[in-house]
């Protein structure tokens, strides 16, 4: 099992990315909006705490991100995803496109899945 998640710069390109997803064999996906903590410093003004920049961006609607995550049940379904979202929304390799990684699960437990448990060596 693997934890994919996208981080994406694109947020008009969301539906197509969560429609591929589907169609390669993603079982659901969670989508946050985010914000890298670049945008924040730059809009950080001297005056407010950190914390209270944030609030306001949220309250103002300025995220410039969307973090998909998904569980992934084998190695083959991950990497057929991935290409399929590279070949049909467009390719990580251009950094505007935000990230993608995945990271190996050792234990799932709801959700599409049922459970998982396996021990790491």
Known sequence: ???FVIILNKPEKLMK??????KNGSKGATVIDS???GEI???HEEDLPMIASIKRLKEEGFY???TILSVVE???T???IAQAI???VGNFSDKTMGIMFSMPLNMVRGGKIGRFDRVFE
């Not at 990315?17 to 589907?22: E, H, I, T």
Request: charge should be positive; aromatic fraction near 4%.
């Open 74 to 76: 084998d190695i083959k």
């Open 64 to 66: 410039t991100n969307k």
């Open 86 to 88: 590279e070949d049909e």
């Open 35 to 37: 914000i890298g903590a």
């Open 78 to 80: 991950l990497q057929k």
């Open 1 to 3: 099992m693997y934890l």
């Open 17 to 22: 990315v969560l429609d591929v997803m589907k």
């Open 41 to 43: 410093m730059k809009k």
